[in-house]
C-alpha cells in the first residue's frame, strides 16, 4: 500500500472501553489539531461486549478523521494492532491504549523523534500509576528477561506509546503476544531504536484486561 505524505496514522486497540473512548478520541483529535499534523485515527474494536461499538460509530459521524474496524470477536492486542496497521495509510504510526492511561499530548513528542532520523521510538512510563503487585512486578521481570535474552534492554517494553516508520511495521508480522517484542522485531530489521520518558496517567474506568496471567504468556 502506497503512504501518504505527512499523514500519520494513530492506531488505537479497544476491548470494552464504552467509558473512556469517546474521551480519548476528543483527546487525540485536540493535539493533532493543535499540533497542525494531518492524521488519521484507526480504533480497532476488538470484539467489546459492552456498548463500544454503538459509541464508535456514533464517534464517526462526528470526527472525520476517525476510522473503526470491528473485529468479529476478542483476538487479543497484537491482532488488533495488526490490523490497525495494515489499514494505516501514513508514513510515521503512532500506537497507544484505550484506557486514557497513555497520555496523548506526548505523541508530537514521539514524532518529532521518529522526524529526527529513529525508525522506532518506546515510550517508558517512568512514573506507573498501576498496581505494584499484579502489574509493576510482573512488567519488570518480563523486561528484564526479555532484555536478558534478546540483548534489547528498554526500560519498558510494555508500553503501548510508540511511534514507528511506516516501512519498519510492513516487514514485521505479528501473531500471539508478539506485540510486546516490537522493538526486537524491529531491530532485526534494523531499525534504528530510541526510548523516551512519557507520563502515565491512572485508570479512571473499569479495570484492567491484563493480569498476572499474560507475563507467562510472555514467558
Known sequence: MNKVNNLISIVVPVYNESESIKLLISEICNVMESYKQKFELIVVNDGSIDNTSLILEKLSLQFKSLIVINLRKNYGQTAALAAGFDSSNGEIIVTLDGDLQNDPNDIPKLITNIKDGYDLICGWRFQRKDKLLNRRIPSKIANQL?????????????????AFKS???????????LHRFLPVLANIEGAKIKEIKVNHRSRKYGQSKYGIDRTFRVL
Open 146 to 162: 526479555i532484555g536478558n535474552v534478546t540483548g534489547i534492554h528498554l526500560h519498558d517494553y510494555g508500553c503501548s506509546l510508540k
Open 167 to 177: 516501512e519498519i511495521v510492513n516487514d514485521i508480522k505479528l501473531y500471539g503476544e
